[in-house]
Structures are given as C-alpha cells and as structure tokens.
C-alpha cells in the first residue's frame, strides 16, 4: 500500500501516542481514508498488521462505522442527516429529491461518479434541520427545492468541469 510520507508520520506518531497499540485503530483508519480517499482491503490487512490486529478486528471497525467508506467516493460527496430532529423537519423527503435528482440510492455514486450521496446520522446541527453537508460545507433548513437548486448547482459545476 502507498501512503504518502506525511501518513506514515502521522500513523507513526498515533501509535505512539495509545499505551495498547490496537487504540489506535480508529485514528489510523481516518488517516488511512485521508489519504486514499476510502479503506480497501489492503489497507485493512495493511493497518491490521501495523498494530498486530487479525485483519477481522480492523474490518469489524469499518463496517460498524458509517464515516469509513470502502469504496472510492464521488468528486462531490453529499450528506443529508437523517437523526430524528431532521427527519421530522423533512430530511427523508430532502434525500428523496437528491435521490431523484442523481439517480442513485443513499450509500451509491451517481453513474458518472460526480456525487456519492449518503443518509447519515447526525450532522450536529439539529435546531437547523433538515440538514445536508457537501463536501465539508454546511447547509441549513434545506426543504425539497432547496435540494433540488444545491443539485442543479451540483450538475453545473460537473458539466463545466468536464469528464473526471
């Protein structure tokens, strides 16, 4: 597995940091995803083999943790919660719409890889629901127009972008 060099620091310096190496599983898993944008096989062994882990403790991690993703995302990466606060203020029906809007399902990419769409628990604005995060950007009170506009945006900028 190739990680850049500043990974490899860091990993070193996470394992470092725990009395019981296999502490450091979950910070290893973030810097691993970092880096190569999702956790493959390879990078479990490889990580279960740092910290002297059977590769199943580390693959357990993955799939319990909805943040770790184990395929390569889209260019764009968008959230909608799905915490009871958002849901009753319309979140499922905001998912709906970017569901209709990228034809593909909550947890897919879309076709063209432009836009992995996820349906995910809290995203830590619950008085401001329903609430959908793009890329790292938080937008607030988002009802089913509004995700249809954040989506023609989204299709804009693709089609100026041009072909990945």
């Given amino acids: 597995m190739k990680l850049k060099p500043e990974t490899l620091q860091k990993i070193d310096d996470a394992i470092a940091h725990y009395p019981v190496k296999r502490s450091a599983a979950l910070p290893l898993l973030h810097l691993v995803q970092e880096d190569q944008g999702f956790i ?21 991690l993955v799939t319990f943790y909805p943040m770790f993703r184990q395929q390569p995302a889209g260019r764009r990466h968008v959230k909608v919660c799905r915490t009871l606060s958002c849901a009753l203020v319309g979140g499922y029906q905001v998912c709906e719409e970017f569901q209709k809007q990228f034809d ?5 990419t879309s076709r063209d890889g432009a836009v992995t769409l996820e349906f995910v628990e809290c995203l830590a604005s619950c008085g401001t629901g329903p609430v ?32 990945a």
């Avoid at 593909?104 to 897919?108: D, K, M, V």
């Avoid at 937008?139 to 995700?147: L, S």
């Fill in 40 to 60: 493959s096989a390879e990078a479990m062994e490889w990580i279960a083999g740092k910290l002297g882990l059977q590769p199943i403790n580390i693959y357990e």
């Fill in 104 to 108: 593909c399902r909550a947890g897919e």
């Fill in 132 to 163: 959908v995060m793009i890329d790292e950007q938080l937008h607030e009170r988002v009802d089913v127009a509004r995700a249809r506009a954040l989506a023609a945006q989204l299709k804009q900028e693709a089609a100026t972008r041009g072909p």
